[in-house]
């Protein structure tokens, strides 16, 4: 199984300042996974983040609020631009999905003041 | 109707009861089904994929209903342990996406 580490595990930032999230996995893999989960809600997928490519978006996530890099195969970032209190939140990343399993990373806890 | 639908609980059960919930999606072309578990303030683990036949792994059994588009979760002899989100989820077949339940609360109470 994939460990999967992420920094940092939480912050409290200002309204307005952006915060990068670092994803690092102990083993190679081809895509990872970025996830919002609100409070009190599911996980929602912001973004798929291949290597060598730009990232995948879903519906209601742009690339300039949540710019995604993934320099190589073990490892990814996550940016949260000009945050508001809505931005408030806890983001995990994943590596997967295979027919068997997703591993998450342990999430990072974000409050915007 | 919403892609994934599970019933939010939170469900209060005495310890060594049998409990079940159930989980519908509405891609009926939906290939995978899983069952995760989440601890508060904790990350997602899986807790069992979910096969046509049904598949048990211990006190735990998953079934699948295709025709009826729902899945389910039976916990027997429940332990306080097991107290947890139950996360449904499907994998809908497109571009591998995953769709997460909202997840059904259980409290195991001793």
């Known amino acids: 199984s994939a460990v999967i580490s992420q920094k940092p595990s939480r912050d409290i930032c200002q309204r307005g300042t952006s915060l990068t999230i670092q994803c690092q996995v102990d083993?190679?893999?081809?895509?990872m996974f970025w996830y919002r989960q609100q409070p009190g809600q599911s996980l929602t997928l912001i973004a798929t983040?291949?290597?060598?490519?730009?990232?995948?978006?879903e519906s209601g996530f742009v690339i300039d609020k949540f710019p995604i890099s993934r320099p190589n195969l073990t490892f990814s970032t996550l940016t949260v631009s000009n945050m508001s209190p809505e931005d408030s939140s806890i983001y995990l990343c994943?590596?997967?999905?295979?027919?068997?399993?997703?591993?998450f990373g342990p999430g990072t806890r974000l409050t915007v003041l | 109707r919403k892609e994934v639908e599970q019933d939010p609980g939170p469900f209060n059960v005495p310890e060594g009861a049998t409990v079940a919930f159930n989980c519908t999606y509405s891609?009926?072309?939906?290939?995978?089904f899983f069952w995760y578990r989440q601890d508060c303030r904790k990350e997602p683990k899986l807790l069992m994929s979910?096969?046509?036949s049904g598949n048990e792994d211990g006190r735990f059994t998953a079934q699948l209903n295709r025709a009826s588009q729902y899945i389910s979760l039976l916990i027997r002899d429940s332990k306080l342990s097991d107290s947890a989100t139950y996360l449904c989820?499907?994998?809908?077949?497109?571009?591998?996406?995953?769709?997460f339940g909202k997840g059904t609360r259980l409290h195991i109470l001793p």
């Open positions: 989820v499907v994998n809908i077949g497109r571009d591998d996406k995953i769709i």
């Open positions: 979910v096969y046509s």
């Open positions: 983040a291949n290597q060598g490519s730009e990232a995948t978006y």
């Open positions: 891609n009926s072309a939906s290939q995978s």
């Open positions: 994943s590596v997967g999905p295979t027919e068997d399993t997703q591993y």
């Open positions: 083993s190679q893999v081809t895509m």
